[in-house]
Structure formats: C-alpha cells, structure tokens
C-alpha cells in the first residue's frame, strides 16, 4: 500500500471586488524572473509566464492610481545553502536572476533582493513599507506556495492586510496553490480576488 489519500482544500471565498486606498496600499511582484517564468529557467514554473497579463494590469492599476510598487528579486551567489535543496537559480547577474522584461521595474520603484522565501527576512522591505504609511499589500508572483506564500505570511503577521489576486499566482502544483490560497483566506486573514477586482479609489 502506498499509503496515498485524496485530500480536498476546503473552500475558501474568493471576493468579486475589492476597493484599496492607494495612497496607503502597496503591490508587491514576487520573483517574476526568467528563471521561474520563462522557457529555460532553471526552476520554471510552467503557470507562471500566464500570469504576466494579470500582473501587468495590477502594475497599471497602481502606476495610475499612486500606489507604491515592489519587486522583489530572488538572489543567491556562490556556495548559497538554498541551491543545495532547488539546485542553482537565480543567480546574481545571470540571464535567469533578471526581471522578466514584461514587467521590468520602472524608475523609482523599489526592488528587493531577498535570499530566502520571505521578502522580509533581512531585507529592508517593512522600513519602506512603514515610512510609506502602507496598510495594505497586494502580493502576487510566483511561486505561490513558497515565496508569494511566505511573503503575505509575514505580512499578516506584521498586521498589513494582505490582498491576492489568485490570476496572478502560480504554483508548481494546482493543489499547492489552492492550499495556499486558503491558508491566506483562513489562516492570515486575507482577502483573494481576480487581478479585476481590485478597485484603486
């Protein structure tokens, strides 16, 4: 016996719309880079690259309407204990680390370089984001389950409200990003919506 077992995610809400104050209100692009995204990335997810027009709607909507914009960039170098679990990606300066030119980061907007799944571990992601006065985070990216997933977790736990537009995640697996959607809906108390329902006013 292999010991396997069908297991169903609960349900979980997914809201038709939702309306953020832009002044107060921040989208966070989680690692949308040639390596997960694109056809020869080291560790592509094969939803991912699916996602760019959703994520390019959700960087007009704050672009026209004032909200901050971040990026954050998966970045490891030699030796890094990470490619010892996924193998080597993202690697500083290569083709695969780069931004996916779709949705490249403009002037001025803020892109951090994370070394672990969480945009916040030792970066300086939460000083922006209190000197900005944000409340709000809107998180999408890739990969659901594990950096998107880590990232509005330790968002939640710092008290933001986090948003998830679930057209612009992607997963490795349909489950894992169903799992994680509920987690962000039950667990941290968040809000998933379509990348279309997020009203700036």
Same mark, same amino acid.
């Given at each position: 016996?292999?010991?396997?077992?069908? *297991?169903?995610?609960?349900?979980?809400?997914?809201?038709?719309? #939702?309306?953020?104050? %832009?002044?107060?209100?921040?989208?966070?692009?989680?690692?949308?880079?040639?390596?997960?995204?694109?056809?020869?990335?080291?560790?592509?997810? %094969?939803?991912?690259?699916? +996602?760019?027009?959703?994520?390019?709607?959700?960087?007009?909507?704050?672009?026209?309407?004032?909200?901050? #914009?971040?990026?954050?960039?998966?970045?490891?170098?030699?030796?890094?204990?990470?490619?010892?679990?996924?193998?080597?990606?993202?690697?500083?300066?290569?083709?695969?680390?780069?931004?996916?030119?779709?949705?490249? %980061?403009?002037?001025?907007?803020?892109?951090?370089?994370? *070394?672990?799944?969480?945009?916040?571990?030792?970066?300086?992601?939460?000083? @922006?984001?209190?000197?900005?006065?944000?409340?709000?985070?809107? *998180?999408?990216? +890739?990969?659901?389950?594990?950096?998107?997933?880590?990232?509005?977790?330790?968002?939640?736990?710092?008290?933001?409200?986090? *948003?998830? %537009?679930?057209?612009? #995640?992607?997963?490795?697996?349909? @489950?894992?990003?169903?799992?994680?959607?509920?987690? +962000?809906?039950?667990? @941290?108390?968040?809000?998933?919506?379509?990348?279309?329902?997020?009203?700036?006013?």
């Amino acid at each position: 016996m292999s010991g396997r077992r069908e *297991v169903a995610v609960p349900e979980y809400e997914v809201r038709e719309s #939702v309306r953020v104050e %832009p002044s107060r209100t921040a989208l966070v692009v989680v690692d949308m880079q040639n390596d997960f995204v694109k056809e020869g990335g080291a560790l592509r997810v %094969p939803d991912a690259e699916g +996602t760019i027009p959703a994520i390019h709607h959700l960087l007009e909507v704050a672009r026209d309407s004032g909200m901050k #914009v971040v990026f954050t960039q998966d970045t490891h170098t030699e030796g890094d204990p990470e490619w010892e679990i996924w193998g080597e990606h993202a690697r500083e300066g290569s083709w695969g680390w780069r931004i996916v030119d779709e949705l490249s %980061p403009r002037e001025g907007e803020l892109v951090i370089r994370k *070394v672990r799944y969480d945009a916040f571990y030792g970066t300086h992601l939460e000083h @922006f984001l209190r000197l900005w006065g944000t409340k709000t985070l809107i *998180v999408c990216g +890739t990969v659901a389950n594990i950096c998107v997933h880590y990232t509005a977790a330790s968002a939640a736990l710092r008290w933001f409200e986090v *948003v998830v %537009p679930r057209d612009a #995640v992607s997963a490795l697996d349909p @489950f894992d990003l169903e799992s994680s959607l509920r987690q +962000t809906a039950f667990l @941290f108390a968040g809000t998933v919506t379509r990348s279309g329902g997020i009203e700036a006013a």
